[in-house]
């Protein structure tokens, strides 16, 4: 392996945390492309040659349409890893579909938070609005099934 080469090897080591997916792939690429074994980016890296190899052949694969709208943040590696294994046409509609899917938050803060106002809204449950917000909320957090629901709003489920 050239000095240069392994100068650079050694310059991604020292970069790797602070690089993001797209940037890092790049880096890999652009060794490999210059000769330098994938084992030896694995070694450096203290990764896999697997691990390389994935994102090398992502890199390799994706579109221009995709390479755009990793290197801006916009998807993330698994999603990359995926739709770049579709012919290079089918990209763009593939990255749009995955674009275009909502993303639904984390449910466990969530329902740590719902938990904290049951808690309270325990304290006073005075109206039959404050109980079928309860029971909304004993749902969701799994505490009650549906049966369990207060008989003044059970006739409004869907069930």
């Known amino acids: ?3 240069l080469q392994e ?3 050694k ?3 020292n970069n790797y945390s602070k690089l993001n997916s797209f940037e890092l792939a790049l880096e890999m690429h652009t060794l490999v492309q210059n000769g330098v074994p994938q084992k030896n980016i694995a070694e450096q890296l203290l990764k896999s040659n697997a691990w390389v190899s994935r994102i090398t052949t992502a890199y390799r694969k994706a579109s221009p349409v995709l390479k755009e709208a990793w290197g801006k943040n916009q998807i993330k590696l698994s999603a990359v890893m995926e739709i770049s294994q579709y012919l ?3 990209q763009p509609k593939a990255l749009m579909d995955k674009l275009n899917t909502p993303r639904l938050p984390s449910v466990k803060p969530l329902i740590k938070q719902i938990s904290s106002l049951i808690t309270i809204a325990e304290q006073a449950p005075d109206s ?3 109980r079928g917000i309860l029971d909304v909320a004993r749902l969701i957090t799994g505490q009650i099934k549906v049966d369990d629901f207060s008989d003044e709003w059970k006739h409004l489920l869907d069930t």
């Open 1 to 3: 392996m050239e000095l």
């Open 7 to 9: 100068e650079k090897l």
């Open 11 to 13: 310059e991604l080591s």
């Open 88 to 90: 290079e046409e089918d």
């Open 128 to 130: 039959a609005y404050a």
